[in-house]
């Protein structure tokens, strides 16, 4: 068996506690996060990061150099829809809050916008991006199609056990699997489908809890529910290496298991998001990914990206996930 860490980074320009845009719209996560702290760590380990782009970096010159010199990583794209035509935002961006929701847009108005994303990703970096994830995890019931037209290999939207319900959309989760599939194209959630390989996010959560409608995971005590996601801001260091080692129990059998993380790139500064006010809050952050890489590292897992996923993944099959007399995805069991 071999396991695969990917470690996802959702890349977008500086937040505030309230997920609005910094006032100062920096991008200190990118030109000082990224090289300064997280290429360090991973180089440390031999970890390769996915780092998902949002529309607004990718504009960024000073962003741009940082992200072109990059080595041993790969590079996709993350749409805020807020951020790129049509209907885009224009202007300064200070205080603004992104929270469109993929799945509410028609499928003409998603077309386009994935498509001008697609083209200024490409334009940008001379080649065109393989992986994709939706802001607010919100990939809707076209986005299957777009991304299969568009040329795309991977999606990693999809959280388990998650019904985001906003009053922006909707991306409900609860019975998704856990383990790469490929999902038909009108149906995420259904396997055995479109040509763009969906990779989970890494969460698992009690049998016997309720499941979870989430409005607002970042302002709800994460303690009220048995939910733990392979993220360092919101679980810790031993938490993550128990979801680690518990998956790789369950999926035992599997000639192929992945464990995928993810985080904000803004997480790992002091003010740039909701979860790192101070500085020694970012130290925490990141020594909860540190304690996850010796674990994975120590135990011969493999660091891959999301764009290698479907080489492992090659042929649309049924999901891995466990399923119950209803055909419902069963979750895994907490210990």
Known sequence: M??????????????????????????????EGIPDKLTKLFSIYGARPTYLLSPEVIRDDDCLSILKNLNNCELGTHLHGDLIEPFGHEGP????????????????????????????????FGHKPISFRAGRFAVGPNTLKILEELHYKVDSSVTPHIDWNNKEGRANFLNAPDQPYYPRQNDLLAPNGSGVLEVPVTILRSANCKKWHAKAIHSISRRIYPLQWLRPSYNTGDGMVDVMRRTSEVYADKRDVTLTMMFHSMEVMPGASPYAAK?????????????????????????????????????????????????????????
């Open 2 to 31: 071999t396991i695969h860490l990917l470690i996802t980074i959702d890349t977008e320009i500086d937040k505030s506690r309230n997920w609005r845009v910094s006032s100062t719209q920096s991008f200190s996560s990118v030109t």
């Open 93 to 124: 961006m200070a205080n603004m809050h992104t929270n469109n929701m993929q799945s509410s847009y028609n499928y003409e108005i998603e077309r386009q916008k994935m498509t001008n994303l697609t083209s200024l990703f490409a334009t940008r």
């Open 279 to 335: 500085e020694e809050d970012c130290r925490r952050i990141l020594d909860h990914i540190e304690q996850a890489l010796t674990h994975a590292k120590d135990n011969g897992f493999r660091f891959s990206t999301l764009g290698e996923m479907p080489r492992y993944f090659n042929k649309p099959i049924r999901s891995v996930a466990e399923h119950d007399k209803d055909g419902q995805a069963v979750p895994l069991k907490c210990n």
